[in-house]
Structure formats: C-alpha cells, structure tokens
C-alpha cells in the first residue's frame, strides 16, 4: 500500500477517533476551553471562559481573556492527569434545554424511545416533562435507566394521566396518593367535575407533586385555568381554560349548532375562535386575571408550536426535515383523518388560517405581557402530532417565544431557567453556575443572532463566494457531564428512519397525491 493511501486512510479514521473519545463519556475532569458562555441567568453573554466539570458537577467558570486578544495561558484552569478537555474557541455554551411537554413517543405514532430520545438529545434537550401518554411502570424504568445513563436519553419527569374514571373526591385523593408511591413527580389533568378536580389538586399539592392540566373544552366551563391555578395547578399547558377564564360578556365558548367535539375539524377550527371571544388585552379584566395568575406562582406551557400548522398548513408540512428524520409510521399518523388526533385537515384553508393567525396574535400577547409582569412562561414541544417532530419542534417552540416579543436571552431563559424553576430542580440545572448539573449544549454559532442554527439540519448562510452553505446544528450535548456527539445521533436517527423505508418500501407523499 503507497503512503498515499495509507494517508487516506488516517484521514478518514480522524472523525472516527474523536467520535470514540468523547460520545457518551464521562470524565473525572473536563474543561470546556475559551467559550462565550450564554448562562441563562438574564446575564448577557461573556467569553472567553473555561468551564471545568468534576464528574457531574461544575467546579469552575473562569474567564480566561478579551475577544480578539489572545489567552494567556497562566490564566486558565489546569487539566489533570485523568482529565479531557474539548477546545471551544469560537463556540457558544448554554445550558441544556428542558422540553416541559415531551411525550415519549406513542404506539399510534410508531415511535419507540431510543428514536425520541436521540432526536432530543441531539436538539440539545437534556431534561423533559412526559406529560402521561405511557404507562407508568414503563416511563419509570426508562426514567431509572436515564437517571443511571444507562439509556442515552434526557433527565426524566414522569407524570401520570388522571383516571377519568375516578367518581368522588375521597377516590381522587386515594388515587391521587396512589400515584405518589408508585413514584410519579406529578399529574396531567384534563378536566373533571369541580368537586374532584379540587380534592385531587389539594391532595397532590400538600404531597409536594407537580401537576400540570389540559383544560379540554368538556370541561372547561364548570373550572378553567383560574379555578385550578387557585386550587394548586402548578402549570397550565397550551392555552385552553385561559380565555375562558378571561370570558366577559359570555359563559360558553361560541360554538356553532352543528359543532361535535369528536369532529377534529370543528374542535380545532373553533378552537382558532377563542381568543377573540376573550377580554381585550390590557383591559380591566384581562389584568385582574393575568395579575391573580401571576399572584400564585401559576406557570404557563404555552406549547405554541403544536398549533402551527393551524395558521400556515404548508410550512409544518412541508418542513425540511421530515424527508431524512420523520419515520413511515409517523408520517402516516400526521395524514388527514377522520379518526386520529390532530389529523384535522377536512377542508382546511386560508380562513381557518387566517382566523388563527389572529388567534396567535392575541394568545402571544398575554404570554409576553405575563413574562414582562414577572410570570413564569415555559417552553415544551407536545411533539409526535400535526406535523411537529421531535427536537426540531422544541427549536420551532423557541421561535415563536420570540415571534411573541421574547428577548432573546428571554427564549433562552424560557428554555432553561424558567422550567427547571417549574419542575423544582433550579438548584441543580436550569443555569450554566457553579455546584450545578453539567447538562450543557455546545455550539458553533451563536443562537442569539439566528436561532435557527439550534435546528439539526442547521441554518442556511450564503458564503463569501455566493454558495449557500450550512452552519449550526448543536455540536454536542452534555447531560449529567457525559459528552454526546449531537450530530453522531442525528446520524443514526436518519439510518432508522432510512431502514424503516426501505423495509416498507416507502416514500413520503403529499396527502391526495399519487
């Protein structure tokens, strides 16, 4: 063999062997080199720093320098004997996200873990909410083997459906406590009778567990969002209950004479109607909610992604990243239906799109007048439905935030801080500071200035030589202080999805196209 070859060969080899080094390990030390540190906490960004993590834990952030000036290396922390460290000159470090409404997959979706996780993981997401979906016993193995990282997967809440069958309010309580010992953080309600909704958010409260509720509209007129924030709800997800809560001159939503809830055409296209039918922003009332609101610590989810599709059908459709990453069975789930959830699309067009466009105008403006008063806005995804997908949802979720008037840090922040405040766990993650978790995202541009570099498939720049070329997409992701190689994983998502097709003999097609 010439040494030409043998060259060759080496050359190839060298992204293998870095691949080797760092995917899914863990170092007794590890020293993140000469980054501008985004760290969540409302501060502006700062560089160059090093951050040294022992294990799991940050130990240090120096700043080791001036942008354009070159680092003194007497300055910087040292590397031990047993210790790696990655060179971050030119990257940008956050925290890891948290995706406060992760489902876990689904069996309509064909969608196993291994596949959510990795698409997750590889957006940087670090810590999810499951908000019920999967039986219990199941999401709190996948929860143990996480928390072991036996599985590469995100930290793990694992929250339980309600049971729609409970009768009473001593049931509610006992069911409630049920749920406690088998070892769930919390509840998702989705609306019950008044008397039951209370004893079980009282019980679940004086336990010291999360809750979370989708205000459905079967129930929403008898208890919305105030009722249960005022009963010890912790976070409200999407937006359902809130206008109604803001209702003035009515009761009941609007809802036309052939409506049928079980008709997803009518309960989504009326659905697109709410916020009109609500107090108008800044009026009397629609303060004297969002300030008792605010007054109780109430988190709101808004999941503003899941929706999208309402107000321009084609966007989420047609989104790049379906082709490569969006499994057959996945696809088939998204496809109009008059029996899936979320498959909606009976005649949807541009005044169903035009209704909803207002409705987001409408809806962001109270999530960023609430964030402005000092309430607590999240960021989750409600992933596997209506065209949005794993990871990439949760990047499209943070978008919007800033569509909505967000400061960028304030997106951030949303991503971050503000869930882990949520979930109780600001103490250990949340923020890039000492004695916290390392669970990190380590990226080569700078989120601020285009947060479409945090998609996977990266942002579109055109060059100095007038090419179009990709930049982005996060480099890797850090949770528990085990290095993952974001775009390794992205990489075997697209070989499942790849396979999945070729045993199907599949192509994507555009619904009532041959």
């Not at 293998?16 to 899914?24: A, E, P, R, T, V």
């Not at 409970?166 to 919390?186: C, F, I, L, M, Y």
């Not at 009761?251 to 409506?259: A, K, S």
């Amino acid at each position: 063999m010439n040494k030409l070859k043998i060259l060759i060969i080496l050359l190839g080899l060298i992204p293998s062997i870095i691949f080797s080094q760092l995917h899914g390990n863990q170092y007794d030390q590890l020293i993140l080199r000469g980054a501008t540190l985004i760290n969540s906490t409302g501060a502006p960004p700062i560089g160059p720093v090093d951050i040294v993590i022992e294990n799991n834990i940050i130990k240090n952030i120096q700043v080791v320098g001036y942008p354009g000036v070159e680092i003194n290396e007497n300055r910087r922390p040292k590397l031990t004997n047993n210790g790696k460290e990655i060179d971050c000159e030119g990257s940008y470090i956050l925290p890891g996200f948290i995706d406060m409404h992760g489902h876990i997959g689904g069996r309509s979706q064909g969608a196993e873990p291994d596949y959510v996780f990795k698409l997750w993981m590889a957006h940087g997401i670090t810590t999810i909410r499951q908000p019920s979906g999967m039986g219990t016993d199941r999401i709190l193995k996948l929860k143990k083997q996480s928390q072991k990282n036996e599985i590469i997967a995100p930290r793990i809440f694992a929250y339980t459906g309600f049971n729609s069958r409970v009768s009473s309010p001593e049931e509610a309580r006992q069911w409630v406590r049920d749920n406690a010992k088998k070892g769930a953080d919390g509840i998702k309600f989705f609306g019950a009778p008044p008397d039951i909704m209370q004893a079980a958010l009282e019980e679940n409260k004086k336990l010291g567990l999360g809750s979370a509720c989708h205000h459905a509209q079967l129930d929403v007129v008898k208890w919305n969002v105030l009722n249960s924030a005022r009963a010890g709800l912790t976070t409200m997800e999407h937006w359902y209950g809130l206008p109604e809560a803001l209702f003035e001159d009515r009761v009941i939503q609007n809802y036309p004479p052939d409506y049928n809830y079980n008709n997803e055409q009518h309960r989504f296209e009326e659905a697109g109607k709410l916020w009109k039918q609500a107090a108008p922003p800044f009026s009397d009332h629609w303060n004297k909610v969002m300030d008792e609101l605010i007054s109780l610590d109430f988190t709101i989810d808004p999941t503003l992604n899941i929706y999208e599709a309402s107000r321009d059908l084609h966007r989420a459709r047609r989104a790049e990243w379906h082709d490569d990453y969006t499994l057959p069975s996945l696809w088939g789930f998204y496809a109009p239906s008059r029996i899936s959830h979320g498959s909606y699309w009976h005649f949807w067009g541009t005044e169903q799109e035009v209704v909803w466009k207002e409705n987001y105008r409408l809806w962001m403006t109270f999530l960023n007048e609430y964030k402005n008063r000092g309430g607590r806005v999240t960021a989750g995804s409600d992933s596997g439905f209506i065209y949005q997908l794993y990871g990439f949802a949760f990047i499209r979720e943070l978008e919007l935030l800033r569509e909505a008037g967000f400061h960028q840090l304030e997106v951030i922040q949303s991503a971050t801080l503000n869930g882990a405040e949520a979930l109780g766990i600001e103490d250990k993650t949340g923020s890039v500071e000492v004695g916290k978790y390392a669970d990190l995202i380590i990226i080569d541009e700078n989120p601020l200035e285009n947060l479409k570099v945090l998609y996977g498939t990266g942002a579109i720049k055109l060059n100095e030589n007038n090419d179009a070329v990709r930049v982005g997409g996060v480099k890797y992701t850090i949770k528990d202080g085990v290095v993952y190689d974001a775009k390794a994983l992205l990489k075997e998502v697209k070989d499942m999805v790849d396979l999945a097709k070729k045993e199907a003999g599949y192509k994507i097609k555009q619904p009532g196209i041959n």
